[in-house]
């Protein structure tokens, strides 16, 4: 048997190069920049969303065996539910603390909510 095949060595894709991308260009995804953060009220389920606010609550609560850190983001708009899987402390992460998230915005228990996003503190 060899020591290399194609189920055990990496594949690179074909990447067309398309050049740099203009300075209009949207961020991708999983870039936060805090000029595209949108009001909370205007998140929409299944889409993703970056928004900023601050941690009004945060509690460790289990998601079956996996404890969940669980914080209520707010703005002036309305307020959002982030969950990180498999966490009880996040460093810097305590009620009062300005964060902007992005993430898919799912549901859960009829409530949206965004688990593990992309986040940064501060303004």
């Known amino acids: 048997m060899p020591a290399s095949s194609r189920t055990t060595d990496p594949v690179e894709p074909e990447v067309a190069d398309l050049g740099p991308l203009p300075a209009s260009a949207p961020i991708p995804g999983g870039f936060l920049d805090p000029s595209l953060t949108h009001p909370i009220a205007e998140v929409v389920y299944r889409r993703r969303a970056q928004v900023q606010g601050r ?18 983001l707010a703005d002036d708009t309305a307020a959002l539910t982030v969950a990180f899987l498999g966490r009880r402390r996040l460093a810097g992460i305590d009620p009062g603390a300005v964060l902007t998230v992005e993430g898919m915005v799912g549901q859960r228990n009829g409530k949206l909510i965004i688990l593990n996003p992309a986040y940064r503190l501060g303004r």
């Not at 941690?55 to 209520?72: C, D, F, H, M």
């Open 55 to 72: 941690a009004r609550s945060i509690r460790v609560r289990p998601w079956g065996e996996i404890p969940t850190l669980e914080l209520v």
